[in-house]
């Protein structure tokens, strides 16, 4: 399985889980509808309790999600996703990737807020 394809299944995986406790909670069924990636990782870092700065660091997006973040991953990610830069963990390098994962979350159908995919 390719590296964003456990990004994305990871991301769905964590809307399912927001929505359903939001449902839950109003006691009806689990709406079907688009994945609010905002909403979704927000739930999930509050339930994890985790301090991380996932709106801008691909690192710290990986770790919320329990996704391997090593820079061996990265490169794998970086390479699978068009990436022509150097390959060493840079900056440029992960925010390149953070801006490309959330276009392809965009693409696969999660609802990205523009503050997240620029």
Do not use: C
């Given at each position: 399985?390719?590296?964003?394809?456990?990004?994305?299944?990871?991301?769905?995986?964590?809307?399912?889980?927001?929505?359903?406790?939001?449902?839950?909670?109003?006691?009806?069924?689990?709406?079907?509808?688009?994945?609010?990636?905002?909403?979704?990782?927000?739930?999930?870092?509050?339930?994890?309790?985790?301090?991380?700065?996932?709106?801008?660091?691909?690192?710290?997006?990986?770790?919320?999600?329990?996704?391997?973040?090593?820079?061996?991953?990265?490169?794998?990610?970086?390479?699978?996703?068009?990436?022509?830069?150097?390959?060493?963990?840079?900056?440029?390098?992960?925010?390149?990737?953070?801006?490309?994962?959330?276009?392809?979350?965009?693409?696969?159908g999660?609802?990205?807020p523009?503050?997240?995919?620029?």
């Amino acid at each position: 399985m390719s590296v964003f394809a456990m990004i994305n299944d990871a991301v769905m995986a964590a809307s399912r889980q927001a929505q359903g406790a939001v449902a839950q909670a109003q006691g009806q069924a689990q709406p079907a509808q688009a994945v609010d990636l905002e909403a979704a990782l927000t739930a999930r870092q509050q339930v994890k309790g985790a301090e991380l700065n996932w709106r801008t660091s691909i690192v710290d997006l990986m770790k919320l999600l329990d996704l391997d973040s090593s820079l061996d991953n990265r490169k794998a990610l970086a390479t699978e996703l068009g990436y022509t830069g150097a390959l060493d963990g840079s900056a440029e390098m992960n925010l390149w990737l953070h801006r490309r994962v959330m276009e392809e979350l965009a693409r696969n159908g999660a609802n990205v807020p523009a503050s997240l995919s620029s």
